[in-house]
């Protein structure tokens, strides 16, 4: 089954904004799911909202990226460059756990690595990028969401060991860096 989701490259100042989920303490864009009914750049800046408490202008459409081999089908991610416009950084319950902006060389670890790419390319002010990226989900295609985050509480695990074990592990190349 084919997921289509959003990312945003919130940038300031040539830095850009992160968040650090909460399911596996690591930095990523903020972003989601595309709700029915909804058009992308809707979804951007309600993913947005939601994430981070800012309003947002978006820029550009940096680029379309695709994960063929993931979690039962293939990832669709729509990925835009915007600016803040309003509101109030914060974070998100259940969502996030950190948030702030990074430059280019102090881009925090771990780094959710199907982020990495669209990341490299908001921030070389790339538009009307289409790649595919070869990062596969690590376990059996069956497993929904809520089934791997059961395995991650079973695991004994930290969260951030968790991810860092199963996603990056299991796509050599893609290291993120070392646990906090």
Not at 116 to 140: H, K, T
Request: glycine letters at 12%.
């Amino acid at each position: 089954m084919a997921t289509l989701g959003v990312a945003i490259a919130i940038i300031q100042a040539g830095r850009v904004l992160l968040t650090k989920r909460d399911d596996f303490h690591v930095w990523c864009l903020p972003g989601g799911a595309v709700d029915n009914h909804e058009s992308l750049a809707d979804s951007a800046l309600r993913e947005a909202r939601e994430e981070t408490g800012l309003e947002l202008e978006l820029g550009r459409l940096v680029g379309m990226y695709s994960q063929p081999n993931w979690e039962g089908g293939s990832n669709h991610l729509a990925v835009f460059a915007a600016v803040p416009a309003g509101g109030a950084l914060r974070l998100a319950p259940g969502e996030t756990v950190d948030v702030g902006y990074f430059g280019r060389g102090e881009l925090p670890h771990p780094l959710v690595a199907w982020h990495r790419q669209p990341l490299e390319d908001a921030l070389d002010g790339l538009g009307g990028v289409v790649r595919s990226i070869a990062y596969d989900w690590p376990f059996a295609p069956h497993l929904t969401r809520r089934e791997v985050y059961a395995l991650r509480d079973q695991s004994g695990l930290t969260r951030q060991r968790f991810y860092l074990q199963h996603f990056e592990r299991a796509n050599p190349g893609s290291a993120a860096g070392e646990a906090e």
